[in-house]
């Protein structure tokens, strides 16, 4: 089963507001790949939030699910994201408390799907990448994977890197190439309807099941 890398939850939401600074420029990379503004939004995974948070500035219509299985995460969600909460509007924003496999959500509920971190949690079945694909809606989108993304400054990835690759060893990041990714992706089901995306990191962009990427070779 998919769980969070560790416990030490300050370690998590040290990550987490460390990377405020580029939270932005990954929101941007991922609203590149949005066919149409998404009504439904989930992000999933202890590294959630600032994402998610940024794509409601960008999507005025949009409204937004975060998945966390770690409740000291939980409840602290609204203390960590108090200025991006208040910002966005928090009436747009739930926070609910779910394993990540299998996550408790329906079938086709969520337009969008994102988890940053996601090396962190898949085993060699892609259990996670096959409950996030479950609940794309028709033409829905999800983006998964690592990195800072292709939007971010130069200088921002200079001021957060040290400390960043610090604090992710210490939750047992591990390297996951790009032939191992597609190994994955395929053992979910989902090569024929993804597009493996290396700038900015390493990133799967995966369709809804009448999505518009045609089956296929992974791209």
């Not at 416990?7 to 590149?32: C, F, S």
């Not at 990540?100 to 086709?108: A, E, N, Q, R, Y």
């Not at 210490?170 to 309807?193: E, N, T, Y």
């Amino acid at each position: 089963m998919a769980q969070s890398p560790s416990m030490d939850t300050a370690v998590i939401r040290e990550i987490n507001k460390l990377w405020l600074p580029v939270y932005p420029g990954l929101a941007a990379q991922v609203a590149e790949h949005c066919k149409k503004e998404p009504a439904k939004i989930l992000e999933v995974g202890c590294f959630s939030g600032g994402i998610g948070l940024e794509l409601l500035g960008r999507f005025p219509r949009s409204r937004l699910t975060v998945a966390l299985d770690i409740e000291d995460l939980l409840h602290s969600f609204a203390d960590d994201w108090e200025h991006e909460l208040v910002r966005c509007g928090r009436e747009r924003v739930e926070v609910i408390s779910a394993a990540l496999v299998p996550l408790d959500l329906p079938d086709g509920a969520f337009d969008l799907a994102v988890c940053r971190g996601i090396f962190f949690f898949l085993d060699s079945q892609g259990s996670l990448i096959k409950e996030i694909s479950r609940l794309l809606s028709s033409g829905g989108t999800a983006f998964v994977g690592g990195g800072y993304g292709s939007h971010t400054p130069d200088e921002i990835i200079r001021e957060v890197g040290d400390e960043s690759r610090k604090l992710n060893l210490a939750l047992g990041k591990r390297a996951i190439s790009s032939d191992q990714f597609r190994a994955i992706l395929a053992s979910a089901g989902v090569a024929h309807r993804t597009v493996i995306v290396e700038e900015g990191g390493l990133w799967a962009v995966i369709r809804g099941t009448e999505g518009g990427i045609r089956p296929g070779a992974l791209s």
